[in-house]
Each structure stands twice: as structure tokens, then as C-alpha cells.
């Protein structure tokens, strides 16, 4: 069975740099395009950024130029590094990953989600 695993949320102030990551845990699967959502209070959950098995990565057009996603295949790991945060940035970030395994296919799982709060 497949889990994402994500940890790195937190408090940070206006200006902060916070760094989340999702681990990928089970046995046997293979990582196809993995992404970062967040859901804020009153909002829907929007695509923070994705990454393909290619590393191409596609970004939220508000988020480009402070968070950058990335990923590390030998720790099946995904990251987002999120920079010059904001207090609208404040949600709960979820990981996805659209995974393969022999039993189930290819499915979309997701991680519990952690929170980042920006505040001062």
C-alpha cells in the first residue's frame, strides 16, 4: 500500500522561507507526476506546482517566481520550497501523486496535508 508522507509546515513570518516534503513510503511502485495543492480558509484548493518524472514542472501563475518545486527519485521524496511567503500563502498544503503499482494501477494518492500559517 502506497503512502505520502508530508512534513515541513509550520508558522513563518511575513518574508519567511519554509521547506515542505511529501515522502513517498510502500513497496513496489513507481512515481509518475507528483504535484503540491493548498486549501485556504473560504477558498478551493488550488494547484500550487507539479513536477513530471521528467522533471518539467508546471507552476501556479501567482507562485512562479517565490516557491519552486522539485523532487529526489532515490528518497521517492517530492519538496516545495517556498520563499518570500505571504499571509495569504497560509493554508493547508497537500501532496499528490499519481502512482503505479501492479495491484491497483496507476491512482492518484494524496498526503494528509500540513499546515503553513504566515504570520507575524
Known amino acids: 500500500q502506497v503512502q505520502l508522507v508530508e512534513s515541513g509546515g509550520g508558522l513563518a513570518q511575513p518574508g519567511g522561507s519554509l521547506r515542505l516534503s511529501c515522502a513517498v513510503r510502500?513497496?513496489?511502485?513507481?512515481?509518475?507526476?507528483m504535484a503540491w495543492y493548498r486549501h485556504a480558509p473560504g477558498k478551493q484548493r488550488e494547484l500550487v506546482a507539479s513536477i513530471n518524472n521528467r522533471g518539467a514542472t508546471n507552476y501556479a501563475d501567482s507562485l512562479w517566481d517565490r516557491f519552486f518545486i522539485s523532487r529526489d527519485s532515490a528518497k521517492d521524496t517530492l519538496y516545495l520550497q517556498m520563499n518570500r511567503l505571504k499571509p495569504e500563502d497560509t493554508a493547508i498544503y497537500f501532496c499528490?501523486?499519481?502512482?503505479?503499482?501492479?495491484?491497483?494501477?496507476?491512482?492518484?494518492?494524496w498526503g494528509q496535508g500540513t499546515q503553513v500559517t504566515v504570520s507575524s
Open positions: 510502500g513497496s513496489s511502485f513507481v512515481i509518475n507526476t
Open positions: 499528490k501523486g499519481n502512482i503505479y503499482t501492479y495491484e491497483e494501477g496507476s491512482l492518484d494518492y
